[in-house]
């Protein structure tokens, strides 16, 4: 379960606020906004990436985006990671398997992304959509669905201060949000999911990720990239992610609010209890 205060991913600042009710005037008041840092990626003293993220739970990203993003086949192939804090942002070192440097150099990608966007600087179309990999979607009821939804406001502190960042959650086979991650960018908060998963080993065979944004092509791919086997968003799937979810075989579900939620995805094997 994620509890950490977000004191390092807000600043407090002073706004004006216009009310209007009974004739327009102004207020003054504190609030607290969410903080959204440069952070970046090194890999064997190479800079690869540059992601405007939410500056807490770093290590996690890194290590999701690594193992997502295919740079790292799983976690034992980092050897080391540092974070260094400067006035303009992050960046996090890591030293990797020197098989997995020497694939990371022949891909020459080079990453400016806005907010998590993962395809930015991506050289050629053939690039932008990678090959997905199978996936085995687990059994999953319709009470499980609805109680992650209602467990899911208790475990966003970023989003409660604020209002402005995205949450990625793990949650057990009965709904039960396990570990929860948050960030600006949905595709981050995703990677931070992930890499908090793999860096505690956990067993994924038996789950499924639920996110706080739409269903997109890459949220899809990350989660089949991770062995995730189903993936529930509150927002819809896009029309590439359904199809990518069919190709993976992973379960895909979209437009959860209370009472309803969307399968866009079941694998013929899979089936979804009523109960």
């Known amino acids: 379960m994620s509890t950490r205060h977000p004191r390092d991913a807000v600043v407090r600042q002073s706004v004006e606020v216009r009310r209007g009710a009974n004739g327009w005037y102004t207020d003054t008041q504190e609030d607290l906004l969410a903080l959204e840092r ?117 475990h966003q502190p970023l989003q409660a201060a604020t209002g402005a960042s995205h949450g990625a959650a793990w949650c057990d086979p009965q709904g039960r949000i396990q570990q929860l991650r948050e960030d600006v960018g949905r595709h981050n908060a995703l990677d931070k999911l992930i890499g908090a998963l793999a860096r505690e080993a956990a067993p994924l065979e038996e789950g499924f990720a639920l996110v706080t944004s739409r269903a997109s092509y890459e949220m899809v791919h990350k989660c089949a990239s991770a062995g995730i086997g189903a993936l529930v968003a509150v927002s819809a799937a896009t029309a590439l992610a359904v199809e990518q979810a069919q190709a993976s075989g992973l379960l895909l579900a979209g437009f959860a609010r209370s009472g309803r939620h969307l399968i866009y995805h079941r694998p013929i094997t899979t089936a979804i209890a009523h109960g």
């Open 38 to 154: 440069p952070v970046a990626l090194v890999y064997n003293g190479i800079s690869h990436a540059v992601m405007m993220a939410s500056p807490v739970d770093l290590e996690d990203f890194a290590l999701g985006f690594s193992l997502s993003e295919g740079i790292l086949a799983n976690i034992t192939e980092c050897y080391d990671l540092e974070i260094r804090e400067a006035p303009q942002g992050h960046t996090v070192h890591l030293t990797i398997a020197s098989q997995r440097m020497a694939e990371l150099k022949q891909r020459r990608r080079s990453l400016t992304g806005r907010t998590g966007c993962g395809l930015c600087g991506t050289e050629a179309l053939e690039q932008a959509i990678r090959p997905i990999p199978s996936v085995v979607a687990p059994s999953l009821s319709d009470a499980a669905i609805q109680r992650s939804l209602q467990e899911l406001v208790a």
